[in-house]
């Protein structure tokens, strides 16, 4: 198993600019899960989906928008960058009940001058 | 709403003394409480967890205890290694098979030999 997958590695954004941040998983878990890690303040949650067709906001959601089409796939898009979406974005995932552990992601580090 | 209050980084210890990373947090209802642990250029890795009251999570030789009375979780480990640098995080979700998670600002540790 490949775990929780995230492409890019690095990404350089102009502001203003679009672009989509892949995750997937193959691990079979209904929970997926976005976050962003800055200095300082600890990950905080971006966007969640507890199954194919279902999101829902997190704690930091403006700026950002998901799809779940299916189990495997969880895209986040920068809808228009801003220097304040400058962050690590990692992925997770989990199996929704009776599972407290969640798997993270490389991550992506996202720079937008 | 909830919280979690990590002690301040970073520490710098030298090969095999004492750890204690502290946390405290704040939370409706029972939390579970865990460790997560980010090496350098990865993403987070569960260290450990506790489920309910006087719970202890233990794993590579570190340990924590759910303490209800001081709401606290602290990390401890007898004898660090220069392989134990990394960034810790506490955490907490706050019910059974939430997996959102509530994290703390992290804390750095490096270890010299």
């Known amino acids: 198993n490949a775990g929780v997958t995230q492409t890019p590695k690095f990404q350089v954004l102009k502001t203003g600019q679009s672009m989509t941040l892949q995750c997937a998983q193959d691990?079979?878990?209904?929970?997926m899960s976005w976050y962003r890690q800055d200095p300082g303040m600890g990950l905080r949650l971006i966007h969640y989906?507890?199954?194919?067709?279902?999101?829902d906001q997190g704690e930091v959601p403006n700026g950002y928008n998901v799809s779940r089409s299916t189990t495997e796939d969880f895209p986040l898009r920068l809808l228009s960058a801003a220097p304040s979406q400058t962050s690590v974005y990692f992925c997770a995932s989990s199996l929704e009940r009776g599972s407290y552990e969640q798997y993270f992601g490389p991550g992506t580090r996202l720079t937008v001058t | 709403g909830n919280s979690v209050t990590q002690m301040e980084g970073p520490v710098t210890l030298s090969e095999e003394a004492f750890l204690t990373i502290n946390c405290t947090y704040t939370a409706t209802g029972y939390p579970s409480l865990f460790w997560y642990v980010q090496y350098p250029g990865e993403g987070l890795q569960l260290l450990l967890k506790a489920t309910k009251a006087d719970d202890k999570g233990s794993n590579k030789g570190f340990e924590a205890t759910y303490r209800k009375e001081t709401t606290s979780f602290h990390l401890e480990k007898g004898s660090v290694q220069v392989s134990d640098s990394a960034v810790y995080f506490c955490a907490l979700s706050d019910r059974v098979g939430n997996e959102k998670l509530t994290f703390g600002t992290g804390t750095r540790l490096t270890i010299i030999p």
């Open positions: 691990m079979n878990h209904e929970y």
């Open positions: 989906s507890v199954g194919a067709g279902i999101t």
